[in-house]
């Protein structure tokens, strides 16, 4: 390029035929001069001082490293951050005292931090928590009602979601605010149209789980589960990754479906919303066919809620500082040596008994059964 323009081609036309601006010839012209080729230091380097004006000189760096190591083997304290670093050199009466952040950049230029930096481990598989289903065998359908919405002139509306994991098949029921029975009957129409899953997972909400203020409840949504075979599930209250497959559709129904567009009516929000679930559906065709199969709604059944309760409901809780988790309105002791940990609690309506198996994300597959205890649930009559 310099070798160009001292043979005296333009050098807006030594800029284009090298594809530089022309400032960047001009700049490399004046590095150059007059002298030869082989005696300019054609190096690439930032303006400046090669030194910063305001770094400290390399004594200075020095006592920084043998005042963290001297306070690593004989402070009291044993302290040996940036902080006591500064403490120390304030003590000494330096006139220049490096700053907090100064200090911990010299520390870090020298290679003597210890801290370590947080691990990122993979997340664990789909459906972790119950192993048939982590391992691709069951299916599950999660479901969620959202809140909150009012259409202009005062109209109420709650919305109950669903979405299976593995599958991603979803369905939207917006109407009136919801009830027990209303989602009862919701969830009869979808599976007689799709089929049965093996769990059915909710949060604990009245509506879902039943009423709290009496123990050993089971409420209409869990006896139409149970007596459909379908396996009811309940996450841990204020937990967060449960229901993440829902909640992210909750908030991508809103998106696309609440505030994308303007709804005078009810009937007007359920039509855009079917619009909506229907091209969904149709977009997840391919993942909806390789999803586990589900089991066919059987033709002669009725919904009877008086009916003996058989089968297994699951509750997903986190154990106390003590080792105990609360469920069905009792407290039970999982194990003093398991705190604050995740459990899984099957409730075997059968055999009379609760197992605790231990959860773990940072090992899925590991799961093994912490206590079982004997609890039968008393044979009343269901005035839900």
């Not at 001009?26 to 305001?54: H, I, L, T």
């Not at 979808?190 to 089971?218: E, I, K």
Request: proline letters at 8%; one cysteine or more; hydrophobic letters at 40%.
């Amino acid at each position: 390029m310099v070798a160009a323009a001292r043979r005296r081609v333009p050098l807006r036309q030594v800029a284009r035929r090298f594809h530089v601006a022309l400032a960047t010839v001009q700049f490399w012209m004046r590095r150059a001069g007059c002298g030869s080729p082989d005696q300019v230091d054609w190096s690439d380097r930032p303006r400046g001082p090669r030194r910063p004006s305001n770094r400290f000189d390399r004594h200075l760096e020095d006592l920084v490293l043998s005042l963290r190591r001297h306070l690593h083997d004989a402070s009291d304290l044993g302290e040996c951050g940036a902080a006591a670093i500064r403490r120390e050199l304030v003590s000494r009466g330096l006139t220049r005292v490096p700053s907090l952040r100064t200090i911990g950049r010299i520390l870090l230029r020298r290679g003597a931090l210890d801290g370590r930096r947080r691990q990122r481990r993979p997340p664990p598989p789909r459906g972790w928590y119950l192993p048939d289903l982590a391992r691709g065998e069951a299916e599950l359908d999660a479901f969620d009602a959202v809140e909150g919405l009012v259409i202009q002139g005062g109209t109420q509306v709650e919305v109950l979601n669903a979405v299976s994991l593995h599958g991603g098949l979803v369905e939207s029921w917006p109407g009136r605010p919801m009830t027990a029975k209303m989602a009862v009957k919701s969830l009869i129409a979808h599976w007689r149209r799709f089929g049965l899953p093996t769990y059915g997972q909710f949060d604990n909400d009245t509506r879902f789980q039943g009423a709290h203020q009496f123990p050993d409840t089971v409420g209409r949504i869990s006896r139409l589960c149970l007596s459909l075979g379908v396996t009811p599930v309940f996450t841990p209250p204020r937990e967060t990754g449960f229901q993440a497959a829902i909640e992210a559709y909750n908030g991508l129904w809103q998106a696309k479906v609440w505030a994308r567009f303007h709804h005078d009516s009810l009937p007007d929000l359920q039509t855009v919303s079917k619009r909506y679930v229907k091209a969904h559906r149709r977009r997840s065709a391919a993942r909806i066919e390789a999803a586990p199969p589900r089991r066919p709604f059987p033709k002669d059944w009725r919904l009877n809620l008086q009916t003996p309760l058989r089968g297994k409901i699951i509750y997903l809780r986190r154990t106390t500082d003590d080792g105990s988790v609360e469920l069905l309105g009792h407290r039970f002791l999982v194990d003093p040596q398991w705190p604050h940990r995740l459990v899984r609690a099957e409730v075997d309506l059968d055999a009379g008994v609760i197992r605790f198996f231990a959860l773990r994300r940072r090992d899925p597959s590991h799961q093994p059964l912490l206590r079982e205890v004997k609890h039968v649930l008393p044979n009343r009559r269901f005035m839900g």
